[in-house]
């Protein structure tokens, strides 16, 4: 299989998953929480699989960007205000606006997502780390968390900091 045909198996399977809610539900069996912890770690469940599914969606809508930018290139389009409809309908064209749509959807999710975490506080290593994963999403670049050897220092810092909580949080709980 390709790479370029495995990235639009990718791109499907997300947005079957947007569509189905439910499906993302059962992405990753359930973990035996913590008392007082279900909640938090049902949440970090759901966020870790969303993020898995929101990776090939972003590498997929840049991708899109690029190729938008090139059209807009070839034909010698300015971007400006004034070319705001042609613009547009070159977006449509490479497919960018519909991209841009998914990837915004999980994006929105997963800051639902984070929120509630930040909003539930925890009472044990187990669910601090859910607390770990919104982190993650919260104060991470997208380049970062996708990239993160091409992290600047201190996110690089930050990017080892999480690994390690979520080291200690998961070798605690088990």
């Not at 791109?11 to 993302?24: D, H, Q």
């Not at 966020?47 to 898995?52: I, P, Q, R």
């Not at 994006?107 to 909003?119: C, S, T, V």
Request: include cysteine; hydrophobic fraction near 45%.
């Amino acid at each position: 299989m390709s790479i370029e045909r495995r990235s639009i198996l990718k791109s499907t399977a997300a947005a079957i998953a947007v569509a189905i809610p439910g499906a993302i539900a059962g992405c990753v069996p359930p973990v035996i929480a913590a008392d007082g912890d279900a909640e938090l770690l049902d949440l970090k469940r759901q966020l870790d699989c969303l993020m898995a599914t929101w990776r090939p969606v972003w590498r997929g809508c840049n991708g899109l960007h690029d190729k938008w930018l090139q059209v807009v290139r070839e034909r010698e389009v300015e971007l400006s205000e004034a070319n705001a409809a042609t613009l547009k309908a070159i977006q449509d064209e490479v497919g960018y606006t519909t991209a841009e749509a998914a990837n915004s959807a999980l994006i929105d999710q997963m800051q639902g997502l984070a929120d509630r975490i930040w909003n539930t506080s925890p009472t044990s290593l187990a669910g601090l780390m859910a607390w770990v994963s919104a982190a993650r999403f919260d104060c991470l670049s997208i380049r970062d968390i996708l990239e993160p050897e091409k992290a600047e220092f201190s996110d690089r810092r930050l990017i080892q900091f999480l690994a390690e909580a979520e080291r200690l949080c998961v070798g605690a709980s088990a």
